[in-house]
C-alpha cells in the first residue's frame, strides 16, 4: 500500500532554495470513512533492487526532456529502468491509454510529459485526465519555492498549492441541450472534498506549517463550492493548531500577484488549482522550474507542476528541464532512493544558483543541453564522492 500525504521538512520562509525530501504518512488516516474510494493495487514491480517506472513522453516537449532524464540517470547510477509508452494524439481510439494505464498500475509510479488529445471525436477524452480519474490521483501538490538568482517578481516564496485532481470542471460532463446551447456539468462531492480537506491539514501538520487557505468561489457557487468551503471548515476543526482561512478566487490571483508571502498551504478545487498554480509558477521563474506531484491510494504520477506541453519549442533546444529533472527526483524520493534524490537536487541547485546556467525563459542564453550537462557534472562528482 502506498501512503500518500507527503510530509516536507521544507521551512516555513526560506531565504534560499533549500534541498529538503518529502516522506509519507499513515494510509488509515485518510480512510476514517468508509465510503472512501480505494484502489485495487497490482503488485510492484521491482526486481534486483531496481525499480520499473512507466515514463510517457507525451507531446512537445516531453520526449526531448524525457532523454534528459535518461541520461542524468545513466551518469548517475540511480536504479530505475523505464517501461516508454508513447500515447498517439492523432488516435481515435483509447488502446494506447488504456495499456498505459495497466503499466503505471503495474509499476505503481509514472513520470510524465503532458498528453495532447488531438482527435475531434467526443468519445476521445482527454489522456491525462483520464489517467487521473482511472488511477484516482485525486490530489496534485506543487510546492512553490524560489531559487536565489532567478529572476522573479517575488523573492522568498514558499508556499504548497494542492489541488483537487479528479472531479470539478474536469469531469469532462457536457451536452448540447439545444442546438447552440452547451451545458458542462461542475461535479464537487463531500466525498472527494473530505478527502483533500484531511490530506491539506495532515500535510500542515507534519510540516511545521501555520496556516491553510481554501480558495472558492462559493459566493456565486453556493451549492457546489459551498459544500467544499464548508467541509473545509469542518475539518479546520480537527486541526486548532493550524489556522485556517477561506479565499475567493479572483481575490487570490490579485493576492498572489501583489503579496504572495500571506499564503503557506493553499487548497482548492480542480480548475482552480490550475490556474493558481500557474500563477504562482509564473511569480518564481516560469513554467520550466517546477515540478508537480500526484497521488492517489495505490499510485504516483509525477511531472512539469503547469503541465505544458510547449509544442512551440519543441525540437529547438532552448526547453528548460529544470521542472522535469525536479519532478524525476521526486519520483526517487517517492521510491525510497534518498540518496539518488539528494544527488539530483543538489545538482540542479548549484547549475540554477552558483553556476548562472540559465535558458532563455529565466533571461539567460543556455541551451537545453547545456543545462543538463552543467547538472551532471555535479552528479558525477557527488556520486565519486558516495
Do not use: W
Amino acid at each position: 500500500m502506498l501512503g500518500i500525504f507527503s510530509k516536507c521538512t521544507l521551512p516555513k520562509k526560506a531565504g534560499s532554495h533549500t534541498i529538503r525530501q518529502l516522506s509519507s504518512v499513515n494510509f488509515d488516516i485518510q480512510h476514517k470513512h468508509p465510503q472512501a474510494r480505494r484502489q485495487v493495487g497490482l503488485p510492484r514491480a521491482r526486481y534486483g533492487g531496481r525499480n520499473a517506472v512507466t515514463m510517457l513522453p507525451g507531446g512537445g516537449i516531453g520526449p526531448e526532456l524525457m532523454s534528459y532524464v535518461k541520461e542524468v540517470f545513466l551518469h548517475g547510477g540511480v536504479p530505475v529502468d523505464f517501461e516508454t509508452i508513447q500515447i498517439d494524439p492523432q488516435s481515435d481510439n483509447n488502446d494506447d491509454l488504456q495499456y498505459a494505464i495497466m503499466s503505471i498500475r503495474r509499476n505503481g509510479v509514472c513520470i510524465k510529459g503532458n498528453i495532447e488529445t488531438r482527435s475531434l471525436d467526443t468519445a476521445i477524452i482527454s489522456r491525462n485526465v483520464a489517467i487521473r480519474n482511472e488511477l484516482d490521483l485525486f490530489v496534485n501538490v506543487i510546492n512553490v519555492q524560489s531559487y536565489n538568482n532567478i529572476p522573479s517578481r517575488h523573492k522568498n516564496v514558499n508556499c504548497i498549492v494542492i489541488r483537487q485532481n479528479t472531479e470539478g470542471e474536469y469531469a469532462m460532463l457536457e451536452h448540447e441541450s439545444v442546438e447552440g446551447v452547451v451545458e458542462s456539468m461542475k461535479v464537487i462531492t463531500k466525498e472527494n472534498s473530505t478527502r483533500l480537506a484531511r490530506y491539506a491539514f495532515e500535510l500542515a501538520k507534519n510540516n511545521g506549517r501555520s496556516k491553510v487557505t481554501a480558495v472558492h468561489k462559493a459566493n456565486i457557487m453556493k451549492l457546489s463550492d459551498g459544500l467544499f468551503l464548508e467541509t473545509c471548515k469542518k475539518m479546520s476543526l480537527n486541526y486548532p493548531d493550524i489556522k485556517f482561512e477561506h479565499m475567493i478566487i479572483d481575490n487570490c490571483c490579485m493576492q498572489l500577484v501583489s503579496n504572495p508571502h500571506q499564503f503557506d498551504v493553499m487548497v482548492m478545487p480542480n480548475l482552480y488549482g490550475s490556474i493558481v498554480s500557474n500563477v504562482i509558477c509564473g511569480l518564481v521563474g516560469g513554467a520550466g522550474l517546477i515540478s508537480g506531484r500526484n497521488y492517489g491510494d495505490h499510485y504516483a504520477v509525477f511531472e512539469p507542476g503547469t503541465r505544458n506541453t510547449g509544442s512551440s519549442i519543441a525540437g529547438t533546444n532552448t526547453a528548460n528541464p529544470v521542472a522535469m529533472l525536479s519532478a524525476s527526483a521526486d519520483m526517487l524520493e517517492h521510491l525510497g532512493h534518498k540518496v539518488h534524490c539528494d544527488m539530483i537536487r543538489t545538482a540542479i541547485s548549484k547549475t540554477l544558483n552558483e553556476d548562472m546556467v540559465h535558458t532563455a525563459d529565466l533571461n539567460g542564453t543556455a541551451k537545453s543541453t547545456d543545462v543538463v550537462h552543467n547538472v551532471i557534472k555535479h552528479v558525477k562528482s557527488i556520486a565519486g564522492r558516495i
